[in-house]
C-alpha cells in the first residue's frame, strides 16, 4: 500500500526566505506525486504534480518540487515566502494504471507560518 | 458550476442522529470523491464514483456510512447514527475520470461535522 510521510508538522519562516517542505513516499514503482495546499475554510488547491519526465517541476505561484527516485522523496521549494503563502501544504501519492486504486494518499500536512 | 459546491458548511448534530452532506461537482466532471480530514490529519479517502456507480468504497469507515449518486452529478454522503469520532471535515472533489491515480481532483470547501 502507499503511504506518504511528512516530517514537519509545523514550519516558520520569514518573509523572503526560502522554503523547503518535505515529504517522502513509498510505493512499489513510480507513484504519482502531487502537493496540495489548503488555507483556513478554504478547499484544496493544487499546487503542482509530477507523471513522468523532468524531475524538476513547476508550479503555481512561484513554488517548485523535484522528485527524487533514489531517496524516494517529493520535496516542495519557493526561494522567497510571502506571507499569504502561510498555509497547510499536502503531499499525495496516486498508483499508477493497473493498480486498481483510484485514490490519492496523502500526508498529514505541513503548517507553514510566515513571520512578517 | 464553476467550483464544487458542498452543502451544509458546517453541521452540529448529537450522538446517534442521522446526517446528509451534499456535493455538487463540477459540470462535466464524471469522477466524483469523498475523503475525510479529521483534525491534524491529512485528507483520508472515502468513497470514488464513476458515473452513478461507486468505482471503489473501500475507505467507508464502516455500514453507517453510505454515499450516492443518482443521476451521476450531485452526491449525498448520509451517515447513520452518528458517533464523536465522526467529527470531522468531509471533502468532495471531482474530476474528469481518467481511471488512474493521474486524476487531478479539484476539491470544494468542505463540510465540517461535529457529533456532541
Known amino acids: 500500500a502507499q503511504s506518504v510521510t511528512q516530517p514537519d508538522i509545523h514550519i516558520t519562516v520569514s518573509e523572503g526566505a526560502s522554503l523547503e517542505l518535505r515529504c517522502n513516499y513509498s510505493?512499489?514503482?513510480?507513484?504519482?506525486l502531487f502537493w496540495y495546499v489548503q488555507s483556513p475554510g478554504q478547499g484544496l488547491q493544487l499546487l503542482l504534480k509530477?507523471?513522468?519526465?523532468?524531475?524538476l517541476v513547476q508550479g503555481i505561484k512561484g513554488f517548485e518540487a523535484e522528485f527524487k527516485r533514489s531517496q524516494s522523496s517529493f520535496n516542495l521549494r519557493k526561494p522567497s515566502v510571502h506571507w499569504s503563502d502561510a498555509a497547510e501544504y499536502f503531499c499525495?501519492?496516486?498508483?499508477?494504471?493497473?493498480?486498481?486504486?483510484?485514490?490519492?494518499?496523502f500526508g498529514k500536512g505541513t503548517k507553514l507560518s510566515v513571520i512578517p | 458550476g464553476a467550483g464544487v459546491s458542498q452543502t451544509p458548511s458546517n453541521k452540529v448534530t448529537e450522538k446517534g442522529k442521522y446526517v446528509e452532506l451534499r456535493c455538487d461537482p463540477i459540470?462535466?466532471?464524471?469522477?466524483l470523491y469523498w475523503y475525510r480530514q479529521s483534525l491534524g490529519q491529512g485528507p483520508e479517502f472515502l468513497i470514488y464514483?464513476?458515473?452513478?456507480?461507486?468505482?471503489?468504497d473501500s475507505g467507508l469507515p464502516n455500514d453507517r456510512f453510505f454515499a450516492v449518486r443518482p443521476e451521476g452529478s450531485v452526491s449525498t454522503l448520509k451517515i447513520q447514527r452518528t458517533e464523536r469520532g465522526d467529527s470531522a471535515v468531509y471533502l468532495c472533489?471531482?474530476?474528469?475520470?481518467?481511471?488512474?491515480?493521474?486524476?487531478?481532483?479539484?476539491f470544494g470547501a468542505g463540510s465540517r461535522l461535529t457529533v456532541l
Open positions: 509530477y507523471f513522468s519526465g523532468d524531475t
Open positions: 499525495a501519492v496516486g498508483a499508477r494504471p493497473g493498480a486498481g486504486s483510484y485514490q490519492l494518499t
Open positions: 459540470s462535466g466532471h464524471t469522477a
Open positions: 472533489a471531482s474530476s474528469l475520470g481518467q481511471p488512474t491515480g493521474a486524476n487531478v481532483l479539484t
Open positions: 464514483f464513476q458515473g452513478t456507480g461507486a468505482a471503489d
Open positions: 510505493y512499489g514503482a513510480t507513484p504519482y
